[in-house]
T-cell receptor, first 112, second 108 residues
């Protein structure tokens, strides 16, 4: 199993600003995943972050908007850049995959 | 077509009822399958894995039909605490794809 500490848990931000979300895992993992969950929707994969290489982004998500860092095997950050109200959502990091995925507690972002 | 499709719900059932959720997936190469539970304002947590032979965990039974690319979850004797959103999840090469979720409310 894995325990993930994600922060901040929530934030209210002004449009045009950026927010960086952090995830710390209690064990070393090769891949970390970043998801977005919009109100009433399921989880949509934003990108996969591998340590030592650039993140792989899903269709509809670009690095300029959602830059990701993965400096070591236990930590990752996702930045939501130049925010607009459409970015209001819950953002979740995750590890694991084949047998089970573990999630951080989520960051509830509201852009005003 | 969505990669993972679920009953939209919501399901509102009385305590003690039996309720079934269905899910279909589009990629026949998918390797593993799960049901996750997500409580309001919480992160998803694994409820159970799903196997072709079918598996049961107490009041919960999950079934996979690879030929039809269909997954089901049966909850017997529903409890108030079963109220949550149930997510069908399909994995291919460590890439987890989530269904939209089915919201269940169990009422007294």
């Amino acid at each position: 199993s894995a325990v993930i500490s994600q922060k901040p848990s929530r934030d209210i931000c002004q449009r045009g600003t950026s927010l960086t979300i952090q995830c710390q895992v209690d064990s070393q993992v090769t891949m970390m995943f970043w998801y977005r969950q919009q109100p009433g929707q399921s989880l949509t994969l934003i990108a996969t972050a591998n340590q030592g290489s650039e993140a792989t982004y899903e269709s509809g998500f670009v690095i300029d908007k959602f830059p990701i860092s993965r400096p070591n095997l236990t930590f990752s950050t996702l930045t939501v850049s130049n925010m607009s109200p459409e970015d209001s959502s819950i953002y979740l990091c995750s590890v694991g995959g084949v047998t089970e995925a573990f999630f951080g507690q989520g960051t509830r972002l509201t852009v005003v | 077509r969505k990669e993972v499709e679920q009953d939209p719900g919501p399901f509102n059932v009385p305590e003690g009822a039996t309720v079934a959720f269905n899910c279909t997936y589009s990629n026949s190469a998918s390797q593993s399958f799960f049901w996750y539970r997500q409580d309001c304002r919480k992160e998803p947590k694994l409820l159970m894995s799903v196997y072709s032979s079918g598996n049961e965990d107490g009041r919960f039974t999950a079934q996979l039909n690879r030929a039809s690319q269909y997954i089901s979850l049966l909850i017997r004797d529903s409890k108030l605490s079963d109220s949550a959103t149930y997510l069908c999840v399909v994995n291919l090469n460590n890439d987890m794809r989530f269904g939209a979720g089915t919201r269940l409310t169990v009422k007294p």
